[in-house]
């Protein structure tokens, strides 16, 4: 784990023929055994947006630098400082999705997944 500490990520995103690039840097990573779980302490650099990007970006950003699956990651905290373009977060990692589940309070686990487009009643027919 401490080889992977104040290490760059680059991490390209294509979204509506724009491209985005974001630049994180692991903070800290600690091990929490207890929760079966890491906590990441990380930070975004978003200059070519200017804006805070969104938090399911910034979790796919995150599980490709971490080489990991984005469901196993839920991003806690997620801020911008004032003034930069610059944002700082916390993400919790875990072994498994159950686990996740057992420990993360519901309000993140919502937060963390992507909202569902609402369905079609099908009228004509």
Do not use: C, W
């Amino acid at each position: 784990m401490l080889e992977k500490l104040n290490k760059k990520a680059l991490y390209q995103l294509n979204t509506t023929n724009e491209e985005t690039l974001m630049e994180i840097k692991i903070l800290a990573d600690n091990e929490n055994t207890l929760l079966k779980r890491r906590e990441v302490h990380f930070q975004v650099e978003h200059k070519q947006t200017g804006n805070t990007p969104p938090r399911l970006e910034v979790r796919k950003a995150l599980a490709t630098a971490l080489k990991l699956d984005s469901e196993l990651i839920f991003i806690k905290k997620f801020k911008t400082r004032t003034g930069t373009n610059t944002a700082v977060g916390i993400a919790n990692v875990y072994d498994s999705g159950e686990q996740a589940k057992l420990v993360e309070p519901e309000y993140i686990v919502k937060r963390n997944i992507p909202p569902e487009k609402p369905k079609e009643e099908e009228a004509k027919g």
